[in-house]
């Protein structure tokens, strides 16, 4: 069974770092793109990041590029994410995603996991 | 930057149809994938690739995608869809979400 557990989230100060990982299992970790994912409270999904299998190529949205920084280390089974410089907009559920690719070359989120919560305030 | 819009909500009556729209500039020459997401739980994929159905996913849920509209479509609508529903797709090797829809089955 595929499962994505995150963990690291919490309450910190605005301009402090956190270190979210999300620990992989049921499947060749190595052999899929990943990406987080957060969402605001009542608010829309929104693409934070992604890095390819190997974990040499990365993207960022606009909003975090330079401030956060995602990883993986495929012998753990184990994708993170880097958050410095928080801001109190960074306050959201960040769930992890696995990308599956299939019909026609499409790709789809085809498993997420639970969320960790992010708080930014002081 | 690409964007993706949907209506803020749509309302349905049990037993009948609900369509769920999401626009964009010639969206239909995209793939687009649908989620959908209850309180409290993580998103669920319902339709991928436009019109096509995950293992699991009931055949009431279906999709479209032509000139500037991908349309999901719920046909005998039950309570237990009510959820959030959210559209995506790709735009240069990164990942696009709508601003979802509450669908309110009432």
């Known amino acids: 069974e595929v499962q994505l557990v995150e963990s690291g989230g919490g309450l910190v100060q605005p301009g402090g770092s956190l270190r979210l990982s999300c620990a992989a299992s049921g499947f060749t970790f190595s052999s899929y793109w990943m990406h987080w994912v957060r969402q605001a409270p009542g608010k829309g999904l929104v693409w934070v990041s992604r890095v390819n299998t190997d974990g040499s190529s990365t993207k960022y949205a606009d909003s975090v590029k330079g401030r956060f920084t995602i990883s993986r280390d495929n012998a753990r089974n184990t994708l993170y994410l880097q958050m410095n410089s928080l801001r109190a907009e960074d306050t959201a559920v960040y769930y992890c995603?696995?990308?599956?690719?299939?019909?026609?070359?499409?790709?789809?989120?085809?498993?997420w996991g639970q969320g960790t919560l992010v708080t930014v305030s002081s | 930057s690409y964007e993706l819009t949907q209506p803020p909500s749509v309302s349905v009556s049990p037993g009948q149809t609900a369509s769920i729209t999401c626009s964009a500039d010639?969206?239909?020459?995209?793939?687009v994938c649908w989620y959908q997401q209850k309180p409290g739980q993580s998103p669920v994929l319902v339709i991928y690739a436009s019109n096509k159905r995950p293992s699991g996913i009931p055949e009431r849920f279906s999709g479209s995608n032509s000139g500037h509209t991908a349309t999901l479509t719920i046909s005998g609508t039950q309570a237990m869809d009510e959820a959030d529903y959210y559209c995506?797709?790709?735009?240069?090797?990164?990942?696009?979400f709508g601003g979802g829809t509450k669908l309110t089955v009432l």
């Open positions: 995506q797709a790709w735009d240069s090797d990164t990942v696009v």
């Open positions: 010639k969206l239909g020459d995209r793939y």
């Open positions: 995603a696995r990308v599956a690719c299939g019909y026609e070359g499409s790709c789809y989120f085809d498993y």
